[in-house]
């Protein structure tokens, strides 16, 4: 009841004073042994009652230092009515406490923060200590990997039984290339390790970037370059042969010579003459890979453009079920002409895969996420496996009569688009081509 700290130690201290005295009154004087046990009983129990009042101070103490052991601040003391001395200690320790809450809570919002920029990395990041445990793998690595967030390296296994290892055995600034599979997709991960020290234990800081995107750019660029020069070459070559292959069929035809001289030199040269279109149209058609015009950027309704191939398309797909699930109002920013010009074709791949097969379905589906994505899906032959890498080749195909620039062209339009054109195929099940803008 009394919060005063020397008020109650002063009456604790009269109260054991008085205690002994009356022990020795009844002891010496008045000879009562009885009571006398009584009076030591209740001066052990006043004695013991003095010291766990005095000690108050140590166990509010001990009570304030697990508290910021277990970071729990939500312990305070009672700074008034017990004097100043210990107003003043019980006050330091509330702003002590309140400081380190200030502490922890600076320190969970950097955390926060932290995490949220490593997540908000287009780039994969995962970290992990020298006995393979991960503590951090950003969102970016997980949607690369289609997988959640792991415990262990050797989760990795999963995905490519090289990865564990590869991950551990990579050195600091050193830079190592692998290519995995991926839900049918294949990726081409270049992966940069670092190291830090944290809490006397060092950890592996690693990046892993997806390059196949820029490998393909580089690699249509090396395909361009050799079109470019391979036309230059032929156009010099063909446009004087078309030329004089016509005047020589001219002289001939127009001068005295024996009749069947003149129908063999005159047969000779129309079939050099009919080549020599052939070789400058067949020129001419490769020359588009390197002449597409910069992408006009507008707002197009897919819903609208789909239904527009569709009719376009709808004489060569009479006995095809085609399906489209794409929601009335979703839009998307490019050129109307380009764009179109890659769903035609396709569209077109998806129909002559389906020729001969039962029950063929073709498939149009978008959806939106931070990209938008359009899948063209079939359910024919499929493409072989040794072949799905090669189809995006300039003048690379897998049909009798094909020209080998169909996909290649719609691959660089995409890729003036800022986006990307993946395929995925099961022989014998179908083929999804899928374009992400």
């Known amino acids: 009841m009394i919060k005063n700290f020397r008020l109650s130690v002063l009456i604790r201290l009269l109260i054991i004073s008085a205690l002994i005295t009356l022990l020795v009154y009844f002891l010496l004087v008045d000879v009562r042994y009885l009571r006398s046990v009584y009076i030591v009983f209740f001066l052990v129990v006043a004695i013991i009652e003095f010291i766990w009042y005095v000690d108050k101070t140590n166990r509010d103490f001990t009570s304030f230092l697990l508290s910021l052991l277990q970071e729990d601040f939500t312990t305070t003391f009672q700074e008034k009515g017990k004097g100043k001395s210990f107003k003043n200690l019980y006050g330091a320790l509330n702003k002590i406490t309140k400081k380190f809450e200030q502490i922890s809570s600076a320190k969970e919002i950097q955390h926060l923060y932290l995490e949220a920029l490593v997540d908000h990395l287009r780039v994969g990041i995962i970290s992990f200590d020298k006995n393979g445990k991960i503590h951090m793998m950003n ?3 997980q949607k690369m990997f289609d997988r959640p967030q792991m415990a262990f390296l050797s989760n990795l296994s999963g995905i490519d ?3 564990p290892n590869l991950l551990l055995e990579i050195k600091p600034k050193e830079n190592r ?19 830090f020290l944290l809490d006397k234990e060092f950890y592996k800081l690693i990046s892993i970037q997806n390059i196949k995107n820029e490998l393909d750019s580089n690699e249509l660029d090396a395909w361009q370059k050799l079109i470019r020069v391979l036309t230059h070459e032929i ?9 004089l292959s016509g005047t020589l069929r001219q002289i001939v035809e127009n001068s005295p010579h024996d009749d069947q001289t003149i129908d063999k030199v ?9 080549r020599s279109k052939g070789l400058q149209n067949f020129t001419d058609a490769y020359r588009k890979l390197t002449k597409i015009p910069t992408p006009n950027y507008t707002s197009l309704n897919l819903d609208k453009l789909f239904k527009r191939i569709i009719i376009l398309v709808q004489d060569q797909s009479k006995d095809i079920e085609i399906k489209i699930e794409i929601a009335q109002e979703m839009q998307i920013m490019g050129d109307k002409d380009l764009l179109e010009q890659v769903f035609i074709n396709l569209v077109k791949n998806g129909i002559e895969a389906l020729e001969g097969r039962k029950l063929p379905v073709l498939r149009v589906k978008a959806w939106q996420d931070d990209q938008t994505h359009i899948a063209i899906s079939d359910n024919g032959s ?7 890498d090669k189809i995006f080749i300039p003048f690379f195909t897998t049909k009798k009569e094909g020209s080998g620039i169909g996909l290649a062209l719609s691959r660089q339009i995409i890729r003036l688009h800022n986006g990307n054109i993946g395929v995925t195929s099961v022989p014998g099940e179908g083929t999804t081509f899928i374009v992400s803008i």
Do not use: F, W, Y
């Open 382 to 388: 499929g493409i072989d496996e040794d072949k799905i």
């Open 235 to 243: 156009m010099n070559s063909v446009t004087p042969i078309t030329s």
């Open 139 to 141: 969102l970016a690595l």
């Open 177 to 195: 290339l692998l290519k995995v599979k991926v839900k049918d997709e294949l990726l081409h991960l270049s992966i940069h390790a670092s190291e």
């Open 266 to 274: 005159t047969q000779g040269l129309e079939a050099i003459e009919l």
């Open 161 to 163: 039984e090289r990865l």
